[in-house]
Protein backbone atom coordinates (compact mmCIF):
# COMPACT_ATOMS: atom_id res chain seq x y z
CA UNK A 1 0.00 0.00 0.00
CA UNK A 2 0.70 3.37 -0.48
CA UNK A 3 2.98 5.32 2.48
CA UNK A 4 1.49 8.75 3.48
CA UNK A 5 3.56 11.72 4.97
CA UNK A 6 2.05 14.13 7.23
CA UNK A 7 3.75 16.96 9.71
CA UNK A 8 3.61 15.83 13.05
CA UNK A 9 1.26 18.84 14.68
CA UNK A 10 -0.11 22.05 13.29
CA UNK A 11 -1.56 24.96 14.65
CA UNK A 12 -4.74 26.69 13.59
CA UNK A 13 -6.70 29.77 14.90
CA UNK A 14 -10.37 29.46 15.94
CA UNK A 15 -12.60 30.58 13.59
CA UNK A 16 -9.85 30.25 10.67
CA UNK A 17 -9.69 27.39 8.44
CA UNK A 18 -7.32 24.69 8.95
CA UNK A 19 -4.96 23.01 5.94
CA UNK A 20 -3.84 19.74 6.70
CA UNK A 21 -1.72 18.52 4.01
CA UNK A 22 -0.91 14.50 3.35
CA UNK A 23 1.77 13.60 0.62
CA UNK A 24 0.73 9.94 -0.82
CA UNK A 25 3.43 10.22 -3.34
CA UNK A 26 3.17 6.19 -4.41
CA UNK A 27 -0.55 5.88 -4.60
CA UNK A 28 -1.88 3.80 -6.85
CA UNK A 29 -5.15 4.24 -9.34
CA UNK A 30 -7.08 2.20 -7.46
CA UNK A 31 -6.40 3.81 -3.93
CA UNK A 32 -8.50 5.71 -2.32
CA UNK A 33 -7.43 8.86 0.32
CA UNK A 34 -9.52 8.22 3.26
CA UNK A 35 -9.27 11.26 6.64
CA UNK A 36 -9.88 10.29 9.95
CA UNK A 37 -9.50 12.22 13.42
CA UNK A 38 -8.78 10.65 16.73
CA UNK A 39 -10.31 13.72 19.18
CA UNK A 40 -7.78 12.27 22.60
CA UNK A 41 -8.17 8.37 23.06
CA UNK A 42 -11.55 8.07 21.61
CA UNK A 43 -12.35 5.66 18.93
CA UNK A 44 -11.45 7.56 15.34
CA UNK A 45 -13.64 9.30 13.82
CA UNK A 46 -14.35 9.14 9.63
CA UNK A 47 -13.83 12.29 7.82
CA UNK A 48 -14.10 12.12 4.40
CA UNK A 49 -12.75 10.05 1.23
CA UNK A 50 -11.86 10.62 -2.24
CA UNK A 51 -10.34 9.26 -5.48
CA UNK A 52 -9.75 11.19 -7.70
CA UNK A 53 -12.23 14.42 -7.42
CA UNK A 54 -12.58 17.08 -4.91
CA UNK A 55 -14.92 16.21 -1.88
CA UNK A 56 -17.17 17.97 0.09
CA UNK A 57 -18.94 17.39 3.28
CA UNK A 58 -20.62 18.46 6.41
CA UNK A 59 -17.52 18.09 8.23
CA UNK A 60 -14.52 19.10 5.46
CA UNK A 61 -13.55 19.07 2.50
CA UNK A 62 -10.82 16.92 0.73
CA UNK A 63 -8.64 18.60 -2.44
CA UNK A 64 -6.79 16.00 -4.31
CA UNK A 65 -4.48 17.50 -6.81
CA UNK A 66 -4.55 16.27 -10.26
CA UNK A 67 -1.52 13.89 -10.20
CA UNK A 68 -2.81 12.57 -7.35
CA UNK A 69 0.20 12.55 -4.85
CA UNK A 70 -1.07 14.76 -2.33
CA UNK A 71 -3.96 16.23 -0.62
CA UNK A 72 -5.24 18.34 1.89
CA UNK A 73 -8.00 18.34 4.51
CA UNK A 74 -10.03 21.54 5.15
CA UNK A 75 -11.57 22.55 8.11
CA UNK A 76 -13.38 25.77 6.95
CA UNK A 77 -13.84 26.96 10.37
CA UNK A 78 -11.87 25.08 12.81
CA UNK A 79 -13.41 25.25 16.17
CA UNK A 80 -11.66 24.17 20.07
CA UNK A 81 -13.95 20.22 19.49
CA UNK A 82 -11.38 20.17 16.31
CA UNK A 83 -8.24 19.78 18.01
CA UNK A 84 -7.57 16.12 17.21
CA UNK A 85 -4.82 14.06 15.36
CA UNK A 86 -5.73 13.67 12.12
CA UNK A 87 -4.98 10.49 10.06
CA UNK A 88 -4.41 10.45 6.22
CA UNK A 89 -4.30 6.48 4.91
CA UNK A 90 -4.84 5.25 1.54
CA UNK A 91 -6.66 1.92 1.00
CA UNK A 92 -6.99 -0.46 -1.66
CA UNK A 93 -10.43 -1.24 -3.63
CA UNK A 94 -9.58 -4.06 -3.49
CA UNK A 95 -7.45 -7.48 -1.99
CA UNK A 96 -6.30 -8.67 0.93
CA UNK A 97 -4.15 -5.48 3.04
CA UNK A 98 -3.36 -5.00 6.42
CA UNK A 99 -4.82 -1.25 6.84
CA UNK A 100 -1.41 1.09 8.08
CA UNK A 101 -2.96 4.28 9.89
CA UNK A 102 0.52 6.02 10.83
CA UNK A 103 1.32 8.54 13.68
CA UNK A 104 -1.09 11.56 11.81
CA UNK A 105 -1.11 15.40 12.49
CA UNK A 106 -1.96 16.74 15.81
CA UNK A 107 -3.51 19.69 14.92
CA UNK A 108 -4.29 21.89 18.19
CA UNK A 109 -7.06 25.15 17.66
CA UNK A 110 -6.32 28.01 19.67
CA UNK A 111 -8.50 30.30 21.36
CA UNK B 1 -27.94 3.13 16.24
CA UNK B 2 -25.69 1.94 14.21
CA UNK B 3 -22.30 0.81 16.58
CA UNK B 4 -19.32 -1.32 17.65
CA UNK B 5 -19.22 -2.21 21.18
CA UNK B 6 -16.60 -2.98 22.42
CA UNK B 7 -15.84 -4.55 26.00
CA UNK B 8 -14.14 -4.36 28.85
CA UNK B 9 -13.66 -0.87 28.06
CA UNK B 10 -10.78 -1.79 30.77
CA UNK B 11 -8.94 -3.77 31.99
CA UNK B 12 -6.17 -4.20 34.55
CA UNK B 13 -4.26 -8.25 34.32
CA UNK B 14 -1.62 -10.42 35.23
CA UNK B 15 0.67 -11.79 32.95
CA UNK B 16 -0.04 -15.14 31.74
CA UNK B 17 -4.03 -15.10 32.54
CA UNK B 18 -5.95 -15.31 29.47
CA UNK B 19 -8.28 -12.63 28.28
CA UNK B 20 -10.59 -12.01 25.81
CA UNK B 21 -11.81 -8.53 24.61
CA UNK B 22 -15.05 -8.99 22.80
CA UNK B 23 -16.52 -6.89 19.42
CA UNK B 24 -19.71 -6.69 18.18
CA UNK B 25 -20.79 -4.61 15.55
CA UNK B 26 -25.00 -4.07 14.70
CA UNK B 27 -24.60 -2.85 10.87
CA UNK B 28 -24.24 -6.11 9.38
CA UNK B 29 -20.61 -5.20 8.63
CA UNK B 30 -18.67 -8.29 6.31
CA UNK B 31 -15.16 -6.52 7.12
CA UNK B 32 -13.94 -6.24 11.24
CA UNK B 33 -10.55 -5.71 12.53
CA UNK B 34 -8.45 -4.71 15.65
CA UNK B 35 -5.88 -2.41 15.93
CA UNK B 36 -3.56 -1.17 19.23
CA UNK B 37 -2.37 2.19 19.88
CA UNK B 38 0.59 2.97 21.51
CA UNK B 39 2.08 6.23 22.00
CA UNK B 40 4.17 7.72 19.20
CA UNK B 41 3.36 4.64 17.55
CA UNK B 42 0.13 5.35 16.10
CA UNK B 43 -2.42 2.62 15.03
CA UNK B 44 -1.22 -0.22 14.12
CA UNK B 45 -3.48 -3.22 12.59
CA UNK B 46 -3.23 -6.58 14.60
CA UNK B 47 -5.69 -8.86 12.82
CA UNK B 48 -8.42 -8.65 10.05
CA UNK B 49 -11.49 -10.14 8.99
CA UNK B 50 -12.52 -10.33 5.67
CA UNK B 51 -15.98 -12.37 6.55
CA UNK B 52 -17.29 -15.47 8.58
CA UNK B 53 -14.27 -17.57 8.77
CA UNK B 54 -11.91 -15.97 7.29
CA UNK B 55 -9.08 -13.64 9.11
CA UNK B 56 -5.89 -12.52 7.89
CA UNK B 57 -2.71 -10.95 10.19
CA UNK B 58 -2.40 -7.19 10.14
CA UNK B 59 1.47 -5.80 10.71
CA UNK B 60 1.66 -7.36 14.65
CA UNK B 61 -0.33 -10.48 15.06
CA UNK B 62 2.08 -11.87 17.75
CA UNK B 63 0.85 -12.75 20.98
CA UNK B 64 -2.66 -12.60 20.04
CA UNK B 65 -5.46 -14.44 18.17
CA UNK B 66 -8.89 -14.17 16.64
CA UNK B 67 -11.75 -15.66 15.66
CA UNK B 68 -14.68 -15.09 13.23
CA UNK B 69 -17.29 -18.34 13.76
CA UNK B 70 -20.89 -15.36 13.39
CA UNK B 71 -20.77 -11.91 11.23
CA UNK B 72 -21.37 -9.45 13.73
CA UNK B 73 -18.87 -10.85 16.38
CA UNK B 74 -14.80 -10.67 16.19
CA UNK B 75 -13.13 -11.35 19.79
CA UNK B 76 -9.41 -10.67 20.08
CA UNK B 77 -7.82 -13.43 22.36
CA UNK B 78 -4.80 -12.65 24.47
CA UNK B 79 -3.88 -16.52 25.23
CA UNK B 80 -1.26 -15.84 27.80
CA UNK B 81 -0.66 -11.64 27.96
CA UNK B 82 2.52 -10.04 28.74
CA UNK B 83 3.49 -6.24 29.81
CA UNK B 84 4.28 -5.45 26.08
CA UNK B 85 0.58 -6.14 25.10
CA UNK B 86 -0.46 -3.27 27.58
CA UNK B 87 -1.77 -1.18 25.31
CA UNK B 88 -5.29 0.79 23.94
CA UNK B 89 -7.46 -1.35 21.43
CA UNK B 90 -9.69 -0.56 18.65
CA UNK B 91 -12.37 -2.75 16.52
CA UNK B 92 -13.45 -1.77 13.34
CA UNK B 93 -15.53 -2.92 11.08
CA UNK B 94 -16.86 -1.64 7.62
CA UNK B 95 -19.41 -2.91 5.03
CA UNK B 96 -16.92 -4.43 2.25
CA UNK B 97 -12.93 -4.96 2.62
CA UNK B 98 -13.03 -2.40 0.01
CA UNK B 99 -11.74 1.16 -0.80
CA UNK B 100 -15.03 2.96 -1.09
CA UNK B 101 -16.48 2.04 2.30
CA UNK B 102 -15.82 3.87 5.50
CA UNK B 103 -14.39 2.00 8.95
CA UNK B 104 -16.83 2.37 12.09
CA UNK B 105 -14.54 1.95 15.12
CA UNK B 106 -15.46 1.25 18.88
CA UNK B 107 -14.61 3.36 21.63
CA UNK B 108 -11.45 1.72 22.64
CA UNK B 109 -10.47 -0.96 25.15
CA UNK B 110 -7.69 0.00 27.71
CA UNK B 111 -5.79 -2.99 28.88
CA UNK B 112 -2.65 -2.98 31.66
CA UNK B 113 -0.91 -6.61 31.98
CA UNK B 114 1.10 -6.43 35.55
Known amino acids: DAKTTQPTSMDCAEGRAANLPCNHS???????VYWYRQIHSQGPQYIIH???NNETNEMASLIITEDRKSSTLILPHATLRDTAVYYCIVRPHTGRRALTFGSGTRLQVQP | EAQVTQNPRYLITVTGKKLTVTCSQNMNHEYMSWYRQDPGLGLRQIYY???????DKGDVPEGYKVSRKEKRNFPLILESPSPNQTSLYFCASSLWESGANVLTFGAGSRLTVL
Open chain 1, 26 to 32: TISGNEY
Open chain 2, 49 to 55: SMNVEVT
Open chain 1, 50 to 52: GLK
